[in-house]
């Protein structure tokens, strides 16, 4: 055994399935099979006296299920995990436990191949990130002249002590310069030092940086779902987990945006997501 491979538990209380989880990690030497369990408090105890770096886990085991077993786990002592049930209907709760992966019985290899693809790309990550020095803090840059708007934007207060909130927005468009409610705006991208705001089907490049668009928004209309995208929170109609800790969000208008783990947990408390 080489300290690269990943240590795997396997979790079901069907032997059979634990037959085929098997025969699918065959074709990943990287991955170790350490032990096999039945149950949910059973998995609890291999978990702290082996220690796995990854669990093929059944959600729905006698005792306790997968998403309690995980609840009572540590956080120091939580593997990567790849979720392997018979029922789609737990993709969400699936997304909230941090899976990589949710994989439908039967196995199908190409799709399994793919999850242990993102379990490997994770466990680099991991481990470089362990090896890694902590890297000497960088010194602070001057700050950089903040880029001027092409009109003056009209703002409306928000609670007391704080600033107002943007209520209009004027942005060029050619050689005029229009005037845009709040309320029109579906999303707004960055583009380096300038933002490209997508209202009405018309986008408009605008010169301001996201960050400082965003401060002005007011946060009860507007989430921040990425590092280069603000979205209004109206204009928001699904939620697709992708189970590699970003998820898709669909607007109304059919427009396909990605949601980082970073900005997750805001995300989920802004559109009441369980």
Known sequence: MTADRIRCLLVDDEVLARLAMRQALAAHPEIEIVGECGQGV?????????RPGLLLLDIQMPGMDAFELLRAL????????????????????????????????PLDQDRFDAAMERVKAQWRGRRAAALSPMPAMPPIPPPLPLPSPAAPADRVAPPPGGAPYLQRLSVRKA???????????DWIHAEGNYVRIHAGGASYLHRETLGRLAAGLDPAR????????????????????????????????????????????????????H
């Open 42 to 50: 059973e998995a609890a105890q291999a978990i702290r006296v082996l």
């Open 74 to 105: 540590p956080p120091e002592e939580a593997p990567l995990v790849v979720l392997v049930t018979a029922f789609d209907e737990h993709a969400l709760q699936a997304f909230d436990a941090r899976a990589i992966d949710y994989l439908l019985k």
């Open 175 to 185: 050689e005029h310069i229009v005037v845009l409610r709040v309320e029109e705006i």
């Open 222 to 273: 507007f989430l921040r779902i990425h590092r280069g995208t603000v979205v209004t929170l109206d204009r928001v109609r699904e939620i697709h987990p992708l189970f590699y800790g970003d998820c898709q969000v669909i607007l109304q208008d059919g427009t396909r945006l990605t949601l980082s783990r970073r900005f997750r947990d805001r995300a989920r408390q802004a559109l009441g997501l």
